[in-house]
């Protein structure tokens, strides 16, 4: 086993540290301490921090970008404390959980499924749409069915226990009321850059609690929750998916720095358009983005305080606070 190795498995048994003040460090436009590190993993939200030791942990035996980004946020996916991933998620408004997830190479190779029920790791079912369909996206009935084909275990329809409490409880008013930074939260997304510089991205979510049946994110939409792209960097998007979707926000990261931007001078610009498009709700309206460059350096930002990420690799699994839009 590799030296590096050796030290990617100590380090996963470190304490994760947290790191204040890194996010004012990203605002005012220097590298971070760490720029150029990799592997280099970042993922959205406290439930990154087990998903980036498991991506690493993963990296650490295959030496592969994309297994680890795979391997990551299904970690999440199985978190039943978790109630905005994966099949113990909360439910739509008809008391059903459905997934989204996309999953993406830096050669343009891509995969998502969406509107998907009973298929615990949908990520792994994007990825088998991505490398043995000739489609991108696969939806409803359709991915059930492929699931079923590929031979994924199908689960039994119903509620966690965690869930089925907080359903009965908004079924008591029924009235559709994100909160910011704790219901449209909804999203693991993970980007991820190796030793050999190739990047991947992944993400998936269980969607907006109490959503219209059939309502999808942005999460499983390709430019939109993740893009990737190995002659640039990549991004991904957390937060209300419909103000995502409308400046195709990941896609929009990785252009701004095809031109030349810094990953936090596009995360920047990128909230601020969305800010724009947004503004008669925007109060309510809560959006984050992570970013990195194909040199390992990173960008985060939001619309308002409260959102956070994780950072891991060789130095550790930290916390980091993003600067925002407003100030709070």
């Not at 991933?85 to 190779?109: C, F, H, N, W, Y």
């Not at 103000?243 to 920047?268: H, N, Y």
Request: glycine share 12%; proline share 4%.
């Amino acid at each position: 086993m590799s030296q590096r190795r050796k030290f990617i498995k100590q380090t996963l048994m470190s304490s994760a540290l947290f790191i204040p003040g890194v996010g004012q460090t990203f605002a005012n436009g220097p590298k971070s301490q760490n720029a150029g590190e990799k592997p280099l993993i970042l993922s959205t939200w406290n439930h990154g921090l087990p998903a980036n030791a498991a991506a690493l942990k993963k990296y650490a035996e295959t030496n592969n970008i994309l297994d680890a980004v795979e391997a990551g946020v299904m970690d999440t996916e199985l978190d039943m404390s978790n109630l905005s991933v994966g099949l113990q998620g909360l439910p739509d408004r008809e008391g059903i959980t459905t997934l989204d997830a996309s999953i993406m190479k830096g050669d343009g190779s891509c995969g998502s499924v969406a509107f998907v029920r009973q298929v615990k790791h949908p990520i792994s079912l994007a990825r088998v749409v991505m490398e043995k369909t000739p489609h991108v996206m696969i939806v409803g009935e359709g991915a059930r069915q492929l699931a079923i084909a590929e031979g994924f275990p199908i689960e039994e329809e119903k509620l966690s226990p965690k869930a089925k409490a907080a359903y009965l409880k908004w079924k008591e008013t029924s009235q559709y009321k994100p909160v910011i930074n704790i219901e449209n939260h909804d999203t693991i997304g993970m980007i991820g850059i190796g030793a050999d510089g190739k990047l991947a991205g992944s993400c998936t979510t269980s969607g907006l609690a109490y959503k219209m049946h059939g309502r999808v994110g942005d999460s499983p939409i390709i430019g939109a929750g993740l893009y990737v792209d190995d002659e640039v960097g990549a991004a991904t998007a957390t937060g209300l998916g419909e103000s995502i979707i409308r400046i195709c926000g990941s896609f929009l990261i990785v252009e701004l720095m095809r031109q030349g931007r810094t990953p936090q001078e596009a995360c920047e610009e990128t909230v601020r358009r969305l800010v724009a498009k947004n503004e008669k709700n925007i109060k309510d309206l809560q959006a984050g983005f992570l970013a990195i460059n194909k040199d390992g350096e990173v960008g985060a930002f939001a619309v308002h305080p409260g959102f956070n990420f994780a950072k891991g690799g060789l130095h550790g699994n930290a916390m980091i606070d993003s600067n925002s839009y407003f100030k709070g």
